[in-house]
């Protein structure tokens, strides 16, 4: 049916990879393009005898004209953008210039300033549109799935949503004392910035994990769940007529905390350039470099992720709440993928909206965020390619 350039070589990248060879119908060519080529050429191997042809290249992201020569050589029907959230602009503009359509999990993020928002992909809009293609942004599970719970909630079980509250626990363990499971740089940049959730039309502002609750989850039991600011609020909140409250709510062990907290204080998770050894470092890039590597963590993870979303509001007159969640294995992912359930959950929503866009179930044009479109044929395709969701009428509440 198509072809996809893949950009990104990391952990979500070599789940992304892994699905659309599952579905060597919809994929049937793919080239898996990163920064450094030997990371693509090895998940490539490991994908021998597919039926789905792959191609390598060596491309750097941030040079948009080196994007547009390789999309001009590949000729794909879509960009799967699974690099960082730097380079999501560089990108669409190579997109733009080329007539691809466009999808990505993390919205773009300037990397001098630790502040992600929509503003930036947002004022692409008419230049889509003009171009007659699509974008999709935020085809992860948060933002990507937990979007889609809602819009499925909003068309199938609500006439208004009041109050959302998204809660993404892993009870996985690694065995290490510390390292995070996805890219250290970005999950630190997120997690030690400000917390904030919309409220009544305006964001209400909160000191990092000022906010903590006790959440009794599904197969997995209480956790500490810590209020942080997520991107889904914000379009979220643009596309769910009516909703007067989200909020974002993640699980941190207390020893992550207590290890995050001595290296914040001796600032090793500081994005000010230092000098060091007579060159510029940035402390946190530093610190990403001797902390394993998310990629490596799959054989050694073992537990469950549960990440879904509480939804209250009205149906015919009468108070509702719902909640609709996937529970996901780490062990099960890795004998599957061989990766754990983080870069899972990501990579394979990221495949099923890049599946909608080549298949026209979901089309533009213009800049979409994932909520935006049919979540039906989006739900159908989670349960069938390893992402299952259940639902409960009578969940605990989080006050
Ligand atoms: P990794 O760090 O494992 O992988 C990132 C990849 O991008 C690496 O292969 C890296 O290359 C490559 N890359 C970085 N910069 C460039 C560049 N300038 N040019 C070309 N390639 C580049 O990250 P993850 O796989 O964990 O995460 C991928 C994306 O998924 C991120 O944007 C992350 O925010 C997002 N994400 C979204 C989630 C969601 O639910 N929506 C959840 C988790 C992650 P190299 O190896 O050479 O450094």
């Known amino acids: 049916m198509g072809k996809a350039l893949i950009i990104g070589a990391g952990g979500v990248a070599s789940v992304v990879i892994h699905k659309c060879c599952q579905n060597p119908d919809v994929?049937?060519?793919?080239?898996?393009?990163?920064?450094?080529?030997?990371?693509?050429?090895?998940?490539?191997n490991k994908l021998a005898g597919s039926k789905t042809k792959i191609q390598t290249a060596q491309v750097d992201a941030d040079n948009t004209d080196m994007l547009i020569d390789l999309i001009n050589k590949f000729r794909p029907d879509i960009v799967i953008n699974v690099a960082l959230p730097y380079q999501d602009l560089t990108i669409m503009d190579a997109c733009l210039a080329t007539g691809v359509d466009y999808l990505d999990t993390a919205n773009y993020e300037p990397p001098e300033i630790p502040k992600f928002e929509y503003k930036w992909q947002w004022a692409y809009k008419d230049k889509f549109e003009k171009a007659g293609i699509t974008a999709l942004l935020g085809s992860g599970f948060d933002p990507g799935v937990t979007s889609v719970f809602c819009a499925y909630a909003q068309k199938h079980y609500f006439d208004e949503i009041h109050y959302i509250d998204i809660v993404d626990a892993n009870a996985g363990d690694h065995g290490y004392p510390f390292a995070t499971n996805f890219n250290p740089e970005i999950n630190i940049r997120?997690?030690?910035?400000?917390?904030?959730?919309?409220?009544?039309?305006?964001?209400?502002e909160t000191e990092p994990l000022?906010?903590?609750?006790?959440?009794?989850?599904?197969?997995?039991?209480?956790?500490?769940?810590?209020?942080?600011?997520?991107?889904?609020?914000?379009?979220?909140?643009?596309?769910i007529k009516g909703v007067k409250r989200i909020r974002f709510w993640m699980t941190f062990s207390e020893k992550y905390l207590t290890h995050l907290k001595?290296?914040?204080?001796?600032?090793?998770?500081?994005?000010?350039?230092?000098d060091f050894e007579g060159q510029k470092i940035i402390p946190l890039q530093f610190l990403k470099a001797v902390l394993p590597d998310p990629a490596s963590l799959g054989p050694r993870t073992k537990g469950k992720t549960n990440i879904g979303c509480i939804i209250q509001g009205i149906k015919d007159g009468k108070p509702r709440t719902y909640y609709v969640y996937n529970v996901c294995v780490h062990e099960e992912c890795y004998a599957e993928v061989g990766s754990q359930a983080i870069s899972y959950t990501t990579g394979v929503p990221a495949m099923i909206g890049a599946m909608m866009m080549l298949k026209g179930i979901w089309k533009g044009p213009g800049v979409f965020n994932i909520e935006?479109?049919?979540?039906?044929?989006?739900?159908?395709?989670?349960?069938?390619?390893?992402?299952?969701?259940?639902?409960?009428?009578s969940p605990e509440l989080i006050d």
Do not use: Q
């Open 262 to 274: 001595v290296l914040e204080n001796v600032g090793m998770t500081s994005i000010e350039p230092i």
């Open 372 to 393: 935006e479109f049919d979540p039906d044929p989006f739900m159908e395709e989670l349960n069938r390619c390893g992402l299952p969701w259940k639902e409960s009428f």
């Open 27 to 44: 994929f049937e060519e793919i080239c898996i393009a990163s920064r450094t080529l030997e990371k693509c050429e090895a998940i490539k």
């Open 210 to 239: 000022e906010l903590k609750r006790v959440y009794d989850l599904p197969e997995i039991g209480p956790k500490d769940v810590y209020l942080l600011h997520h991107e889904e609020i914000e379009s979220l909140a643009l596309n």
């Open 190 to 204: 997120e997690i030690t910035a400000k917390g904030s959730y919309w409220e009544n039309g305006d964001w209400v």
